[in-house]
């Protein structure tokens, strides 16, 4: 391939994910009453999305355990955070806009996102991966229906990083997937030049059609000292939150 056909097959791979991004943008903001011009049925829509979304019925910040289903896919997953940024929701880290590494990128142990089951695209081709069948129970199916499933196992590949994220609200980097942000934020003194946080109203994209959104925020589900930036951490944070309540955190926006 030449240097000019390649140049010309990024940029129609660019203008192909635009495409996605801009279709999938579109399809969220019509659920959550974006485009509707009545201010009743524009606040039922963003009601009924944040009960469908969170367990409160409204929008929460996403830690790591969070249930997320993908619209192509056939099974529940929970999101990872291999290292997190010092940042808690009670005893719960914060994820931010670029966790959503994939699978395939980096494995199993480093990754945001696992497989969701079998890919079944109601549009589109699903990835050409092996042919699996895989069992269903009504706690990891999407569908809640007990049984098994067939079809191409679930290759994620993501496009962009979350949208629809919370701007108000920023992550310093711990140096995995934003190296010099810490350090610029240290250099700007009071200023934080972090990333954006993410909520149960954010969502991401996958190249083969599938949406990616939350079904919970995670801040349920149990924590343990692996899962926490240090031990130092973890003891002043679980030690006040389950009672020692001797050194309180400084929790900041979150």
Not at 41 to 67: C, D, F, M, P, W
Not at 77 to 105: D, F, M, Q
Not at 193 to 204: A, E
Request: charged share 25%.
């Amino acid at each position: 391939m030449s240097e000019i056909e390649r140049a010309d097959s990024l940029i129609a791979l660019e203008k192909q994910s635009q495409e996605l991004i801009d279709q999938m943008q579109g399809q969220v903001d019509a659920a959550k009453g974006k485009d509707c011009t009545d201010e009743a049925e524009a606040e039922a829509k963003i009601r009924e999305y944040a009960r469908n979304h969170s367990e409160t019925g409204q929008y929460e910040y996403l830690v790591r355990g969070a249930t997320l289903v993908c619209s192509n896919g056939s099974h529940k997953r929970k999101i990872n955070l291999p290292k997190c940024h010092g940042v808690y929701v009670g005893e719960h880290p914060v994820l931010h806009e670029l966790e959503c590494v994939a699978e395939p990128l980096c494995g199993l142990e480093k990754c945001n996102v696992t497989f969701f089951g079998v890919c079944m695209p109601q549009d589109g081709q699903p990835p050409q991966t092996e042919v699996k069948t895989y069992g269903k129970t009504a706690r990891n199916a999407k569908d809640g229906v007990p049984g098994t499933v067939t079809g191409h196992k679930c290759q994620p590949v993501i496009v962009g990083c979350w949208n629809d994220t919370y701007s108000d609200s920023r992550i310093v980097d711990n140096g995995d997937k934003n190296p010099g942000a810490r350090r610029l934020t240290e250099q700007s003194g009071a200023k934080i030049l972090g990333n954006n946080t993410v909520t149960t109203g954010s969502f991401l994209i996958c190249k083969y059609g599938g949406l990616i959104e939350p079904i919970d925020s995670g801040q349920g589900t149990l924590v343990f000292e692996e899962d926490f930036y240090n031990s130092e951490d973890f003891h002043k944070v679980v030690g006040y939150y389950r009672g020692d309540r001797k050194n309180p955190v400084e929790k900041g926006d979150a």
